[in-house]
């Protein structure tokens, strides 16, 4: 094949994988939008929460309020205690829920990096059949976040609910690093929402957000394949286990979708570069973990990126003479995918609720895709493991 030849194959080539990308990821989310579930029960359902912490003295008193503020459920919150050593267990010790919730601290030691330990401690004294898992730092962004969340599982509708979390709330670091920052968060996290609700909508689930997440509890699996050290992911990891042949039959585990806006929770990010660059490589570790085929699905966009890299190469080796003619469609063509991108993007954090200059993020995205790159390779060259906190 031709040089010119080669560098228009691959062009095209990039270009069917990045359209196929978008228009599998958009079909997926689309089925969980304005998803309506009614579940008539008697009395007031129960929900176990499970929530674990480590040293988070300062964001506990905001989340027991936010659980309190809780209407339409009794939750049954237990709190596990990972070793604190800022005061977190004396809190604790005097922390109080309003009724009809109850209130129960676990306290571990001497745990494995990540929060594993602390998440089996936790739920092996749910007593319901279902849970809900989150973190210290999350909010629920209304008063019924919580029945929202289990409305499918009440309803017998599925077996699994994924939320959505975004980094909401406002912070000291926010305001030192100013409004980039939280735009750069808040773009990251919402193309990790659109990459698992859309896959999970294809029916390739492959990770849950520990922040905002729900289960009937008889498939807790334990803590079997990622004993290891990986101190990060146990939650996307646990969902694994759910979805894998040797526990039960992975097609018949309902994963369902929750993005509406009452469900979700409102998070802090780490807002500085160090900060988010270390969050970042942390979660990449868990990827290792990840089946072939998911690791195959999360890198096309990479791929489509390589191949017009490539095709760029081979074009530029050309010579303006050759390809002049050639050049302005294939730049009018990525810029066109880079709108198409932005469109895209901008619909689904429109049905997350977001009416403000956010909806627009879907524009910085080359620019986070170049970012997570970089952080990929540093991970894959440190090989460093951390713990969580």
């Not at 010790?93 to 009809?100: D, F, S, Y």
Request: net charge neutral; charged share 20%.
């Amino acid at each position: 094949m031709a040089t010119a030849d080669m560098a228009v194959f691959l062009f095209a080539f990039g270009l069917v994988i990045f359209l196929n990308w978008e228009w599998r990821l958009t079909r997926g989310w689309r089925k969980w939008q304005k998803r309506e579930v009614q579940a008539e029960v008697e009395g007031l359902p129960i929900l176990d929460v499970v929530m674990c912490v480590r040293n988070g003295v300062q964001e506990l008193p905001g989340w027991l309020e936010g659980m309190s503020a809780q209407e339409g459920v009794a939750l049954r919150i237990t709190v596990v205690d990972d070793d604190s050593t800022d005061g977190t267990a004396e809190l604790l010790a005097g922390a109080q829920i309003a009724a009809p919730h109850s209130l129960c601290v676990v306290h571990v030691k001497d745990t494995r990096p990540g929060k594993k330990d602390a998440l089996a401690a936790g739920l092996d004294r749910a007593e319901g059949p279902w849970v809900w898992l989150t973190d210290v730092d999350c909010r629920p962004v209304s008063a019924t976040t919580a029945v929202r969340m289990m409305s499918p599982l009440l309803a017998g509708a599925g077996d699994v609910v994924l939320g959505v979390s975004l980094p909401q709330l406002s912070s000291p670091s926010l305001e030192r690093n100013g409004s980039w920052a939280r735009a750069f968060a808040m773009a990251d996290a919402l193309r990790i929402a659109r990459t698992y609700l859309g896959w999970a909508g294809e029916g390739m689930p492959f990770m849950a957000v520990g922040r905002n997440w729900a289960f009937r509890r008889e498939l807790w699996p334990g803590i079997g394949s990622h004993v290891d050290v990986v101190a990060s992911g146990d939650d996307d990891l646990v969902l694994q286990e759910m979805l894998s042949k040797g526990s039960r039959d992975a097609a018949a585990l309902r994963v369902v979708g929750m993005m509406e806006p009452a469900s979700q929770m409102a998070t802090r990010a780490p807002v500085d570069w160090t900060a988010m660059a270390r969050a970042k490589r942390r979660h990449l570790s868990t990827g290792n973990h990840y089946p072939a085929g998911v690791l195959f699905l999360l890198g096309l966009p990479a791929a489509a990126g390589l191949l017009w890299g490539l095709a760029a190469v081979l074009a530029a080796g050309l010579g303006v003479e050759v390809f002049h003619s050639g050049l302005w469609i294939a730049v009018g063509t990525l810029g066109a995918m880079w709108m198409l991108h932005a469109l895209t993007f901008r619909s689904f954090v429109r049905a997350c609720g977001i009416r403000t200059a956010d909806q627009w993020l879907g524009l910085w995205q080359p620019g986070v895709w170049l970012w997570l790159m970089g952080q990929t390779f540093v991970a894959a060259l440190s090989g460093e493991k951390r713990v969580w906190s």
